[in-house]
């Protein structure tokens, strides 16, 4: 099996965070992170390939720095990290991003399965899975909290999905895009040997010649139908907490039960 | 010299850096008192809205391209079992209202298997058209089949605007349709207008967790595709004296052979709905163990609530991922979220602030989440809990 992991390096959540009495963002310090979900991603990649043989290709789409990601997953395992990284890449909306993601994995002469985050904890859209699988074909498992059973010898993969409603058990077609959740697994450490490993190994840094029949116009900004219009501060909540207190917990709770009555919530 | 995408107006930058300062990938610097952008750079905006003096922006594309020639405002009716989805007619409310704005037709796309029922309905809740698409493949849900029947109904019509829920369901196959047609998709929006200036969609919607506000447009593909937030806006009233016109269509679905199949389905239990529940008692590490979430659920069976927790609870785990709520796990707005013994922490946030009304329970009065609650109460959850829930079974 041919396993390809695509993950994305995003601002670290907890140094950004809201100032009210300006409304703008504050981040103390820099850093960035492999998404929280992909995490996720790369730990069943990796078991699948440890059960299933075969190997494990970590994929990002970024500036140059999130090479630093991409060496992490291989020091988890992944035998293979290509970083696609220049100019014509930047400001990719999603479609753009899946574009040129799918492209790739053609170049890498395709994949068995490829496993994506359920969403980026920046853009937040949760669409480039289902765009990869559109644009290669594949059958798209989204809110993948387990994966039963995979079966290269018949093509087939069996998975459950987490929907609002229940968990669904579904059965689809190799080769399938799978975005996973964070119940799926618990994601393992890198070992020291891995980090030494992923070191030495080289990163394959690829740019648009390196995606045969890509087409330019499809990629970054130039290549996005969407475009960001404006960006601003949410509203922050009116008011402040008000608070039931005096006397016991006991008279308290009856005050918020009065109040929530006549809030009409109850 | 700047290689990044970013464009910095020199002349009207000021050199207060507060755009360095905003940077997550650190590719904003001052040089000569004026901001320089290197090839770190992801065009992800973060700077564009601490600039005091706008001296920043993102290049636009496609200036000078013409959108092709589009018309009409469609919603893509979500239903189960022949039930609509919640987020449908909430949805019929804003395509009336922007399809009045453009003074153009609300069409609804109903697709199923004997679903002509709510293609009344939805005439009801707005639309003066309805294409209607009954197949025996469709009588569940599957993102392959659903798209290729919706993709020839946006071939053969050429909307300008589609609007679809951002479900489960709903997120997948604008996913899968967006791509095929090549064109945007503007995701979980929360606001929708049409700019006056030139007719094209305005798209709201929150990222970075929410931290931040993003307005989308697409210019010139079309259609411009949105999936909508359930539970922001409110559900239309409905007049079944409405009159307007079903239009069945045929459509040809691709071959079983290629798709995926459901082999069963196991519904969630009330406790964990959460998406549908109008109120969540929810739960963090100060419940102390997975006993503690004994009073919680009592409480949530008198008010017909779902159970959240927090991350702290889930990985200790006291409760199923399924119950968790925030960053990593569901995004809720119920009418009334209680959260007993979490502290508040921003990805735990993410997922309820938009709550409509948040109560506080908690030993600590610093805690963040009162910063964000609309009632509090100090004290141990385990005596507020059933307190509260006794308070509420004397007077309900
Ligand atoms: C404020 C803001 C709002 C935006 N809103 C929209 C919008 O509504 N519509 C739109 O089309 N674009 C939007 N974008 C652009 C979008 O963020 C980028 O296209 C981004 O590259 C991918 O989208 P995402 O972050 O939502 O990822 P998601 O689709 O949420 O990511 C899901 C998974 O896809 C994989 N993945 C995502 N990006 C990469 C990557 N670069 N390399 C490798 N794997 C990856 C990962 O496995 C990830 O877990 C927005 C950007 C900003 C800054
Ligand atoms: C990438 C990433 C993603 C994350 N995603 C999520 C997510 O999706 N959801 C999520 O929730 N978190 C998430 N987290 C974790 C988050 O940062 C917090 O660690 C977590 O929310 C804390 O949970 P908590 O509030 O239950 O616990 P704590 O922060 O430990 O708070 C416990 C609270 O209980 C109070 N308390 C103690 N005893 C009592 C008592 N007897 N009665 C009443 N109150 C009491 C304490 O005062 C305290 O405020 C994420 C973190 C990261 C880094």
Redesign the interface.
């Known amino acids: 099996m041919h396993v390809v992991v695509c993950i994305k390096s995003v ?1 670290e ?6 100032n009210p009495d300006t409304g ?2 504050i ?1 103390e310090g ?3 992170i492999i998404n ?2 992909d995490m996720y991603a790369i730990e069943e990649a990796l078991r699948i390939v440890e059960r299933h043989g075969g190997r494990a290709t970590v994929m990002t789409m ?4 999130a090479a630093q990601e991409l060496r992490e997953a291989m020091a988890m395992g992944c035998e293979r990290g290509v970083l696609l990284s220049a ?1 014509a890449f ?2 990719a ?3 753009a991003t ?1 574009y040129t993601l799918s492209a790739a994995i053609r170049a890498l002469g395709g994949a068995d399965l490829v496993l994506c985050g359920k969403q980026a ?7 480039v ?3 990869i ?3 290669l074909g594949m ?5 993948v ?1 387990r994966i039963r059973e995979i079966e290269p010898a018949s093509g087939r993969i ?1 998975v459950e ?13 190799l080769p ?1 895009v799978v975005t996973v ?3 799926i697994n618990t994601p393992r450490y890198p070992t020291r040997r891995g980090l030494r490993r992923a070191r030495r190994t080289e990163l394959e840094v690829w740019g648009p010649q390196d995606l045969p029949g890509i087409d330019p116009e499809c990629l ?3 290549g ?11 509203e922050v ?1 009116a ?1 402040g ?5 005096g006397g016991t ?2 008279t ?3 005050a ?6 006549a ?1 009409r ?2 | 010299m700047s ?3 970013l464009i910095i107006d020199k002349d009207l930058c000021i050199g207060c850096a ?1 755009c360095v ?7 904003l610097a001052m040089e000569q008192g004026v901001a320089t952008v290197d ?8 700077c ?3 600039c005091p003096v706008e001296a920043l922006s ?5 200036a000078d391209l013409q959108p092709p020639e589009a018309r009409g405002v469609w919603v893509w009716v979500e239903q ?1 079992g022949g039930v609509a989805h919640g987020i449908s007619w909430e949805m019929m409310g804003q395509g009336r209202r922007l399809a009045d704005g453009l003074q153009v037709p609300l069409t609804a796309c109903v697709l199923g298997e004997r679903v002509r029922d709510l293609a009344m309905e939805a005439i009801a809740f707005g639309a003066e058209r309805v294409l209607l698409v009954e197949h025996p493949e469709l009588a569940r849900f599957r ?2 089949t659903y ?1 290729a029947a919706l993709e020839q109904l946006i071939e053969q019509e050429r909307p300008e605007i589609l609007l679809l829920g951002a ?3 709903g ?2 196959l ?3 349709v ?3 047609l ?7 929006c929360t606001g929708l207008e049409i700019d006056p200036a030139n007719g094209r969609l ?1 798209q709201t919607r ?16 079309r259609p411009q595709m949105a999936t909508v937030r359930h539970r922001v806006f409110a559900v239309p009233q409905p007049d079944y004296g409405r009159r307007g016109e079903i239009v069945p269509r045929e459509v040809t679905l691709p071959p079983a052979s ?11 239990s009330d406790e964990v ?4 529940a109008r ?1 969540i008692v929810s739960g963090g590490a100060g419940l102390g163990g997975p006993d503690g979430f004994a009073p919680l659920r009592e409480l949530a069976d008198l ?1 017909g609530g779902a159970i959240g927790a927090s991350r702290a609870a889930v990985d200790s785990g006291w409760i ?3 119950h ?1 709520v925030g ?3 569901r995004t809720v707005r119920p ?2 979220y209680i959260a007993c013994g979490i502290s508040g922490a ?2 735990h946030r ?1 997922g309820m ?1 938009t709550s ?2 948040i ?2 329970i908690n030993t600590d ?1 610093h805690a963040p989440i ?11 959850c385990q ?2 809990v059933p ?2 829930t ?3 079974r ?3």
């Open positions: 601002p959540t907890t140094q950004v965070a809201f703008t963002m981040r820099l850093g960035t929280p979900f970024g500036p140059p720095q100019r930047a400001g909306d999603t479609w899946a904890m920046d853009g937040d859209t949760g669409q899975g289902p765009g699988a559109s644009q059958a798209p498992l989204t809110y909290w069996v999905r987490l929907l609002e409603e229940g968990t669904e058990i579904v059965s689809a077609p399938a959740l964070k119940g970054g900004l130039s996005s139908p969407t475009q960001v219009v404006r960006v601003f501060s949410p909540r008011g907490v008000r608070l039931f207190e917990l006991e308290a709770a009856d918020l039960a009065e109040q929530l009555i809030d919530l109850v | 290689s990044g995408i507060a300062a905003a940077c997550p990938f650190g590719a090839e770190r750079c992801t065009a992800c905006s973060a564009l809205e601490v993102l290049p636009t594309r496609q189960a993102t392959e798209a479900s489960s369901r997120r997948d604008a996913g899968s967006a791509t095929s090549h064109t945007g998709l503007t995701a979980d305005l929150p990222a970075y967790g929410g931290n931040i506000m993003a307005t989308i447009s697409t210019p010139v593909h290629l798709l995926s199949t459901v082999l069963s389905f196991v519904p969630a709905n959460l998406a549908e109120i008010l199923p991922y399924a968790q960053q990593t796990g009418e009334l921003i990805q993410a602030s409509r009304t109560v506080a009065p009162f910063g964000l609650a609309t009632y509090g109460i100090v004290g141990d005596q507020v307190a509260l006794r308070a509420l004397a007077r309900l």
